[in-house]
């Protein structure tokens, strides 16, 4: 048991829900509880399928196609590095100015982070990925690898109760706190997406 509370611990800090709540309140900004909701149940849905494919098979996939997780992570940063520039900057804002009328905006398609960054590399990153690859790695037989992935699950429970809690933590904010909450972590986003290019480059032996 001891193995799986530290399981749950690994994936509890890597994956960090709490962290992710408020970045989940900035990436669906100007967007109702019920968009909130559906945006949060697919991001952790499209997680909770990556991770458990890595989990079971990630180790043989990046081998397959001669991926290292030291790239993998290079890849994760310089993508989360473009979210940050758009929240800092207010990109997805400017874009929006062109639209008609609200109900564009509110339907806009271009505007769905479920899958990038919130599924990937928010929830499921390098890091996560890296982790069930070791986690399952680390023991034998079926019931190994099924409690590894039940304690991967109740950490991605433990983030869609915290995403449901946006909505009034947001309306709590006011448009003027979110904005101020929005720019603090696009350059936390930022400082992260530029933590995983060094630690990828540090794991690849380029430098060291």
Known sequence: MAAYITAFVTLFVII???????????????????????????ALCIAAILLTLFGLAGDAILSGIGISISAFRIAGGLLLFLTALDMLFERRTERRE???????????PTHDPSVFPLAMPLLAGPGALASMILLVGQGEGVA?????????????????????????????????????????LGMLLAALSVQFVIDGLHGSGLFG
């Open 144 to 184: 190994h690898v099924l409690m590894v992935h039940l304690v991967m699950l109740s950490v991605l429970a433990i983030a869609m109760v915290l995403f449901m809690l946006a909505t009034p933590l947001a309306r709590g904010l006011g448009r003027t706190g979110t904005m101020v909450v929005t720019r603090l």
């Open 98 to 108: 062109g639209k008609a009328d609200e109900e564009e905006i509110a339907h806009d």
């Open 16 to 42: 960090d829900p709490i962290g992710l709540a408020p970045i989940f309140i900035a990436l669906t900004l100007d967007m109702d509880a019920a968009q909130r909701r559906r945006i949060g149940l697919r």
